[in-house]
């Protein structure tokens, strides 16, 4: 029961940490992401698409879409995970 309870704890302290960087994200959209956009040059434009590019696979990923609308979530983030543990066994 111990390793469901610490997962359980663990998954928790994941989705209050999301929930934390979601707040402070929409925070920064409130704000223009901290650019003027009157005066947004190329730089912001590369930036601002670049932070576009990875919240739409975060949502691809969440959602079912894009990339991933024939993969299960769960079974997405497993094949990650497990990818991981392998290349840092070796």
Known sequence: MK??????RIY???VTGIKAMLKRLS???????FTDPAT???AD?????HLAHKLREICDMTFNEGEYADHDFKETLHLHHEH???LHSR
């Open 3 to 8: 390793g469901q309870q610490q997962a359980t």
């Open 12 to 14: 928790a302290d994941h």
């Open 27 to 33: 925070e920064a959209g409130e704000q223009n992401f």
């Open 40 to 42: 947004a040059n190329w």
């Open 45 to 49: 434009v590369g930036s601002i698409e």
């Open 84 to 86: 991981g543990r392998r």
